[in-house]
Each structure stands twice: as C-alpha cells, then as structure tokens.
C-alpha cells in the first residue's frame, strides 16, 4: 500500500462511525436559533442569504461568526466579500427572513426595501438593528465556509424601542415575548 493509500484508508477510518447528516440535523432542529440576514456586495452586485448559524464571539475586539453553507447559491459571494452586514432580525421582518431564505429569486429586486451604506454594503430597510463588519478569517468546516468578522460598526435601537427576536425552531418561525420568559 503506497502513502496515498495509506493516507486514504485513515480518513476512511476516521468517518466510518460518523453520524448521519439526516441525525445531526435531526438534532439541531429542536436546538432554536435567531435568525439574520447577512449581506454584501464583494464588486459584482448585491448578495444576501437568511442565517441562524450567527453567534457573538468576542466583546474585545467585537467578533462574531456565521457559516455559509455551500448549497447557498449567495454562498461563493458572500465567501469572496471582504466586508458585510449581519441584519439582526426581530419577528416585524419575518417576510424579510423568508424572502432571503428563498432559492432561485432576486432577493434584492424590491430597490424601496433596501439601500447603501457609504461604505457600499447593502443594507436592509426597516431592519432596528444590524452589524457591519470585516471578515478577518475564513475557515473550511465540511460543506459549509466559517467566515469570522470584526465588527466595525452597528445600530442598535433605543431603549424605548422594543422588538420580539424572530427564532427558528423545528422547522418554522418563532418569536420570544415578555410571555415566554422564565425564572
């Protein structure tokens, strides 16, 4: 057996008691997430996908990270931009989440629900809070490209302004209300 072979068998072995991807998304379907929507422009136009894989990493520097998988079709995009921004949405822009988790559209055909940021990212109309940042490192993770960014700039409503987050749960939307809390 030559070192390609060899090297070939230990992946093999590596993977062979590997969970199913039906199991592990079995698994996370009863895991609930918030949900962004993360767009760019990295030069040939406007892209944007809905995620719920974004989470805060860091408070100093302020980092976050989000997955793209490689079944996106905004996916090579957004890999390629060097900034975006992460659109933090509550249940009012739950028509916003379905129309970026659409396949096979022009999610930015509607030019009144978005516009430009000065610095040329795209930026979604009517959205209270969103995240503008540069990606600092890419990171291949199964099918699907960890891309990690600093943030450079957000808005964040006031406190008297007050939104129910939109979630994903089980295969459907959500959102949390002072009713759903517990102590």
Sequence with gaps: M????????????????????????????????????VTADPGDGPVGLTATSVISVSANPPLLVFSLSAFSSAAPALARAETVVVHLLGVEQLEVAKVFATSGIDRFADRSSWSRLPTGEPILAHT?????????????????????????QAQVPGPDITSEPLVYHNRTWHSLSPQSARN
């Excluded at 072979?5 to 918030?34: I, Y």
């Excluded at 490192?137 to 099918?143: E, K, L, V």
């Design 128 to 152: 209270p809070t969103w995240l503008r940042g540069r990606v600092v490192n890419r990171m291949s993770a199964g099918d699907s490209t960890v891309m990690a960014v600093q943030v450079l």
């Design 2 to 37: 030559n070192q390609a072979q060899t090297q070939a068998r230990l992946v093999e072995d590596a993977f062979k008691d590997m969970l199913s991807a039906d199991d592990f998304k079995s698994a996370f379907r009863n895991h609930p997430a918030g949900v962004s929507v």
